[in-house]
């Protein structure tokens, strides 16, 4: 398993752009990048996954780097809603044994 | 977007009583998960399960755990008897197919052991 680092928080003001990122050396060419948040008083939801190069839906941006030891959660405009800990989680598709879940980054918007 | 449904949401329970824990999964899903997360801490892996069966468990996954989806609704998460150490947070998760797919959690079931 890959292990991943995260810085342990960030702040950031309503409206800004927050890029949270991820450090993941030794992911392996099975391996894919997911990230998950979690709001006080809830389980974790699913926000992007990626492999390479760059993924984006409606609600974030993931960018890889070339060498796939890099990823970055890019959260535009930011809202209180937004404030939770954020979770990188690296895995294959044939691993059994659950998500790990490491400590996260915790974010913090102020209005 | 889907959701996990999780009964009780809370529970106080003396130490040596049996608690169950109740998921009702996203309806076409196949996995089920259970996870724990003692205040504070991170997310743990319990245990996993499949048509029918547990297929992996953590170390977490003492013996007087146990995972059933009895009727084919509800995915339980029993512990019989509870211990201090129990008390916590616990998540369950749903997902179509195996742990690659996307997860979605329950809002939890707080369990307090006294």
């Known amino acids: 398993l890959a292990k991943t680092t995260q810085p342990p928080s960030m702040e950031a003001y309503e409206g800004q752009e927050v890029n949270v990122s991820c450090s993941h050396t030794?992911?392996?060419?099975?391996?894919?990048i997911y990230w998950y948040r979690q709001v006080p008083h809830q389980g974790p939801q699913f926000i992007i996954q990626?492999?390479?190069d760059y993924v984006v839906n409606e609600v974030a941006s993931l960018f890889i780097s070339a060498d796939r030891k890099l990823s970055t959660l890019s959260l535009p405009w930011v809202s209180l809603r937004d404030a939770a800990v954020y979770y990188c989680?690296?895995?294959?598709?044939?691993?059994?044994?659950?998500?790990?879940f490491g400590l996260g980054t915790r974010v913090s918007v102020f209005p | 977007g889907p959701k996990v449904l999780q009964i009780p949401s809370h529970q106080i329970i003396d130490m040596g009583q049996m608690v169950t824990l109740n998921c009702d999964p996203v309806?076409?899903?196949?996995?089920f998960y259970w996870y724990k997360q003692i205040l504070g801490q991170q997310m743990e892996f319990l245990v996993n399960?499949?048509?029918?069966?547990?297929m992996e468990k953590s170390k977490l996954f003492k013996d007087q755990f146990s995972v059933e989806r009895p009727d084919g609704s509800y995915f339980t998460l029993k512990i019989q008897p509870t211990a201090l150490e129990d008390s916590a947070v616990y998540f369950c998760?749903?997902?179509?197919w195996g742990t690659g797919n996307t997860l979605y959690f329950g809002e939890g079931s707080r369990l307090i052991v006294v």
């Open positions: 309806s076409n899903h196949l996995y």
């Open positions: 998760a749903s997902s179509f």
């Open positions: 399960f499949y048509n029918g069966k547990v």
């Open positions: 989680i690296v895995t294959d598709h044939n691993y059994a044994q659950g998500l790990t």
């Open positions: 030794n992911i392996a060419t099975s391996e894919y």
């Open positions: 990626g492999y390479k």
